[in-house]
């Protein structure tokens, strides 16, 4: 039943993984989200229903845009999958819940801050404030706990120390996304920081074997992969965390 929901779930997610590409690719020029309506980010000529369908327009253009054949690039069709997968993980996961709502926005939440962090640079105030407070409220509302503040305050208070240690690995936006996933996670957070940090150690590793000392120049948004880690915690953070204390 939940499997066929989930699946039910899939088209809108993909919709929604379209808007959150407008999310994206505006927010951080201070654009409207809603006019005007889709146009080629090189030649500014508008896209027509039929070239602006989730995935299927990607493929059918061969990635090009079909005015000025400039390059669109994958993470388009990449967001809008990763998107209508996380909606329906979350519906198979909660169902019929009202978590299933917020877990839903705190994935689309995760992609659009990723999706930013990748092409800009930075975690926008304007996605990932409004989206913890959202958050927060909600989880408090459905679970009355006081562990989802705990958790926000904790892990943004843990990354702002290491901020302040290391100022050039973590930016502020980082410590606010740490708010996100703590409102969400409440004490699974401490999972999703732990795997976060051990995902963001493979490239800057690899970096370091490649270019010596001359990795330091390089930067690496964090963002993603405390949003990969936020994600994981979310679907396995109990039972990893059951796991963890089973070995030790
Ligand atoms: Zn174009």
């Known amino acids: 039943m ?33 006019s005007p309506g889709s146009a080629c980010m090189t030649c500014g000529h508008e896209i027509a229903w039929r070239d602006n369908i989730p ?22 069709p990449a967001v809008e999958l990763v998107s209508a997968l996380l909606v329906a993980g979350c519906v198979w996961k909660f169902g019929l819940h009202p978590e299933t709502l917020v877990a839903a926005f705190f994935c689309l939440a995760l992609v659009a801050v990723s999706a ?5 640079g930075i975690i926008p105030n304007r996605i990932v404030l409004p989206a913890a407070a959202v958050v927060l409220a909600a989880q408090t509302a459905i679970h009355v706990s006081p562990q989802w503040a705990i958790g926000a305050f904790a892990a943004s208070g843990f990354l702002f120390a290491a901020a302040l240690a290391a ?10 996304l740490a708010l996100l996933l703590g409102a969400m996670l409440g004490k699974y957070v401490s999972v999703a920081m732990f795997l976060g940090i051990l995902a963001a150690m493979v490239p800057a590793l690899f970096l370091i074997a490649r270019l010596g000392m001359g990795a330091r ?15 994981i915690a979310l679907f396995a ?10 070995l030790v």
């Open 2 to 34: 939940d499997l066929a929901l989930a699946a039910v779930a899939l088209a809108p997610g993909l919709a929604l993984g379209s808007f959150m590409n407008v999310v994206a690719a505006r927010v951080p020029l201070r654009r409207s989200l809603v």
């Open 55 to 76: 995935v299927v327009s990607w493929l059918m253009l061969r990635g090009r845009c079909r005015n000025c054949q400039v390059a669109i690039p994958w993470r388009y």
């Open 116 to 120: 930013t962090d990748v092409e800009h």
């Open 167 to 176: 100022p050039r690995g973590m930016g502020m936006g980082d410590v606010k």
């Open 217 to 231: 120049k390089v930067k690496l948004p964090f963002g993603p992969f405390l949003a990969l880690g936020g994600v």
């Open 237 to 246: 953070g109990p039972a990893l965390l059951h796991a963890y204390w089973s």
